[in-house]
């Protein structure tokens, strides 16, 4: 018999650049300044129950970082973890990439959500994809979203 799970459901997002005048494709990432023990990140939380996963993606990336005019373009994989620290038991973590246009290299911002997240300070900077140095497995499908970024957009890799 089937067993259906209730999980939190979240949307990550690698939002990714490449300006003219660079050949390499860019990632941006998030580095809690109150909390450097969180390590680098990439921009996601929590869906919220009206949201599409695109939806979930753009709005956390732009509350957390405060990018400029992402756009979503594909989800790329699932990461389904389990523990009693889940308000259901299990997480969903639906990474996507997203494409922007945004030209600062660094920045900092302060979270503004509806949630517990609101206030946090970040230190957003882009990176390299190669160089990223994306902590907790959360660069587990960078390699792809850096491919179809490339192909949809016709820059090299690398």
């Given at each position: 018999?089937?067993?259906?799970?209730?999980?939190?459901?979240?949307?990550?997002?690698?939002?990714?650049?490449?300006?003219?005048?660079?050949s390499?494709?860019?990632?941006l990432?998030?580095?809690?300044?109150?909390?450097?023990?969180?390590?680098?990140?990439?921009?996601?939380?929590?869906?919220?129950?009206?949201?599409?996963?695109?939806?979930?993606a753009?709005?956390?990336?732009?509350?957390?970082?405060?990018?400029?005019?992402?756009?979503?373009g594909?989800?790329?994989?699932?990461?389904?973890?389990?523990g009693?620290?889940?308000?259901?038991?299990?997480?969903v973590?639906?990474?996507?990439?997203?494409r922007?246009?945004?030209?600062?290299?660094a920045?900092d911002?302060?979270?503004?959500?509806?949630?517990?997240?609101?206030?946090?300070?970040?230190?957003?900077?882009?990176?390299?994809?190669?160089?990223?140095?994306?902590?907790?497995?959360?660069?587990?499908?960078?390699?792809?979203?850096?491919?179809?970024f490339?192909a949809?957009?016709?820059a090299?890799?690398?």
């Open positions: 018999m089937r067993e259906f799970l209730n999980f939190r459901q979240r949307a990550a997002a690698y939002v990714l650049r490449r300006l003219p005048g660079r390499a494709i860019e990632v990432v998030i580095l809690h300044r109150d909390s450097p023990e969180a390590g680098v990140q990439v921009p996601g939380g929590g869906a919220l129950p009206h949201e599409t996963i695109g939806e979930a753009v709005r956390e990336a732009c509350e957390e970082t405060g990018v400029e005019a992402p756009v979503f594909e989800a790329l994989g699932n990461k389904l973890m389990r009693p620290e889940y308000e259901h038991g299990h997480q973590t639906t990474y996507g990439w997203l922007t246009d945004d030209t600062r290299d920045w911002h302060m979270v503004v959500s509806a949630d517990e997240d609101d206030g946090l300070r970040m230190r957003c900077e882009f990176r390299p994809v190669e160089a990223a140095g994306i902590d907790f497995d959360m660069d587990r499908f960078l390699p792809m979203a850096a491919a179809r490339a949809a957009y016709r090299p890799v690398g």
